[in-house]
């Protein structure tokens, strides 16, 4: 069995990273591209705040690491002479 969370605050953490679910094949380059920028930009302001410990800022660095997993895929798909890095 997995390990009981030791606060309601972990435990909400825990739902929403179950709850976390995106499918980027639908999003436009572009807006995928922004988003993106967006989305580590705010990480940026999250981390000068000293907010690290928030639930929002792990779903926001999975969502950074989801476009940016995504984005690679696509460069690799376009430019079949790189195998990736």
Partial sequence: MG???DTWYDLATANL???????????PLK???????????????LRKA???SEPVYQLLQAL????????RARFDDTH???AGY
């Fill in 3 to 5: 390990q009981w969370p």
């Fill in 17 to 27: 990273m179950k709850a976390y679910t995106v499918n980027l094949d639908q999003v």
């Fill in 31 to 45: 807006t995928s591209n922004e988003l993106e920028q967006l989305v580590t930009q705010l990480l940026a302001a």
């Fill in 50 to 52: 000293k907010l690290q």
């Fill in 64 to 71: 950074e690491r989801d476009l940016s997993d995504a984005r």
């Fill in 80 to 82: 079949s002479d790189y």
